[in-house]
């Protein structure tokens, strides 16, 4: 089992950044990404971005590329998700999630586990 603990979220005001972190306890060796997934009110959830455990290659959604970077701590087994110039679109929940596939980081049916998500409010 792999269980994923999310922090960082908060309210902000539209511009500033915010930083996500994702701490991975429990088998992560079985997983070969993290994603991250926000889902707003009303909308389905959507994928923001992954990074391979090994290597580092990061994926983003074209809506938050160039604002949104995702790393990655191997020794403390902790994702983050850094969000630059934040706008009230960005609002959702954020979810962390551990890919158990080599492929397909972008499908949320590739994520076999799911932190508890972290709320995001930006305001304008």
């Known amino acids: 089992q792999v269980q994923l603990v999310e922090s960082g979220g908060g309210l902000v005001q539209a511009g500033v950044s915010l930083r996500l972190s994702c701490t991975v306890s429990g088998r992560r060796f079985t997983t070969y990404a993290m994603g991250w997934f926000r889902q707003a009110p009303g909308k389905e959830r959507e994928f923001v971005g992954a990074i391979r455990w090994s290597g580092g290659t990061t994926y983003y959604a074209d809506s938050v590329k160039g604002r949104f970077t995702i790393s990655k701590d191997n020794v403390k087994n902790t994702v983050y998700l850094q969000m630059n110039r934040l706008k009230p679109e960005d609002t959702a929940v954020y979810y962390c999630?551990?890919?158990?596939?080599?492929?397909?980081?972008?499908?949320?049916?590739?994520?076999?586990?799911w932190g508890q998500g972290t709320q995001v409010t930006v305001s304008s």
């Open positions: 999630a551990a890919s158990t596939r080599d492929y397909g980081f972008g499908s949320d049916r590739n994520y076999a586990y």
